[in-house]
């Protein structure tokens, strides 16, 4: 069974740091790339960063780009999205998800596998 379970979210003050963990079960890191997504109140959710399969290539949208960090650890099957430079607009749920050997990970509409998110709250 697929399964991927996110972490780490919580509450900050503006200029913080949270790093979320992407923990993933049942497939091959290998065979799928991993992206992370947000979504605020009242908003679409948005594509913020991923990681190709085997690493390959990463993306970043531009509200997070520079500020952002995408890695992954093959031995713990974990992706993490280090966050740094909060910001109150930072505040959303964040998702990962997992799409099957997607050409561009940013291919933000063909990820087939979501986690259920965590919360990240920038307080102003």
């Known amino acids: 069974e697929v399964q991927l379970v996110e972490s780490g979210g919580g509450v900050v003050p503006a200029g913080g740091s949270l790093r979320l963990s992407c923990a993933a079960s049942?497939?091959?890191?290998?065979?799928?790339?991993i992206g992370w997504f947000r979504q605020a109140p009242g908003e679409e959710r948005e594509g913020v960063s991923c990681?190709?399969?085997?690493?390959?290539?990463?993306h970043y949208s531009d509200t997070v780009k520079d500020r952002f960090t995408i890695t992954i650890d093959n031995d713990r099957n974990t992706v993490y999205l280090q966050m740094n430079y909060l910001e109150p607009d930072d505040t959303a749920i964040y998702y990962c998800a997992a799409g099957r050997r997607l050409f561009y990970c940013s291919d933000w509409g063909r990820y087939d596998y979501w986690g259920h998110g965590t919360q990240v709250t920038v307080s102003s």
């Open positions: 990681i190709s399969n085997r690493g390959r290539s990463t």
């Open positions: 049942g497939f091959n890191l290998d065979d799928y790339a």
